[in-house]
T-cell receptor
Framework: DGGITQSPKYLFRKEGQNVTLSCEQN?????MYWYRQDPGQGLRLIYY???????QKGDIAEGYSVSREKKESFPLTVTSAQKNPTAFYLC??????????????FGQGTRLTVV | GENVEQHPSTLSVQEGDSAVIKCTYS??????FPWYKQELGKRPQLIID?????GEKKDQRIAVTLNKTAKHFSLHITETQPEDSAVYFC????????????FGTGTRLQVTL
């Protein structure tokens, strides 16, 4: 189903805890992205990675961290420094840069709630 | 960086009517403009896209137009059906560099019977 899998679907976090959201793709895509979706604000870019062992901050990176140790995986950690983490998180992948076809394929999302 | 504005935020049309959603972008270097449809509780899915070397693209009931000079692009849905009800997002990217998509804030389309 799309080749990009996020887990878990729902996640509850206590205040002060770090949590990690998983994103795996089997599309052989070079580029991977994390977006945050809040009502009325569209999709905002948190971090993106164009190649293994490299990643860049997006528009709202504060309070988040990522790693890209494998081409297939791009986990996102929501740290305790993120003051308002309750949101729907979407992971996406695409072929990559350099004029290549740029369609982004999305995972099914993780809904994170702070309790 | 790129900034994409999308209007309207909500749109209600009667079944069979047309719907138009408009977006503007700020970075003249952007050259790829996709439109995504997101049904309730589901992931966004690409419905149509256009590149800067094309002014218009059509796929059945859906069409997209691009005006590079005005930095403006639009989604047109004709003969709307209830299953067209969803949130639609426009986006822009420069495929030669980061290829990261910057999204608009979305339009909630409601097609009424």
């Amino acid at each position: 189903d799309g080749g990009i899998t996020q887990s878990p679907k729902y996640l509850f976090r206590k205040e002060g805890q770090n949590v990690t959201l998983s994103c795996e793709q089997n599309l052989n895509h070079d580029a991977m992205y994390w977006y945050r979706q809040d009502p009325g604000q569209g999709l905002r870019l948190i971090y993106y990675s164009q190649i293994v062992n490299d990643f860049q901050k997006g528009d709202i990176a504060e309070g988040y961290s990522v790693s890209r140790e494998k081409k297939e995986s791009f986990p996102l950690t929501v740290t305790s420094a993120q003051k308002n983490p309750t949101a729907f998180y979407l992971c996406a992948s695409s072929v990559g840069t350099g004029g290549k076809y740029t369609e982004a394929f999305f995972g099914q999302g993780t809904r994170l709630t702070v309790v | 960086g790129e900034n994409v504005e999308q209007h309207p935020s909500t749109l209600s049309v009667q079944e069979g009517d047309s719907a138009v959603i408009k977006c503007t972008y700020s970075d003249s270097a952007s050259n790829y403009f996709p439109w995504y449809k997101q049904e309730l509780g589901k992931r966004p899915q690409l419905i149509i896209d256009i590149r800067s070397n094309v002014g218009e693209k059509k796929d059945q009931r859906i069409a997209v137009t691009l005006n590079k000079t005005a930095k403006h692009f639009s989604l047109h849905i004709t003969e709307t059906q209830p299953e067209d009800s969803a949130v639609y997002f426009c986006a822009a990217a420069h495929t030669g560099t980061a290829s990261k998509l910057t999204f608009g804030t979305g339009t909630r389309l409601q097609v009424t019977l």
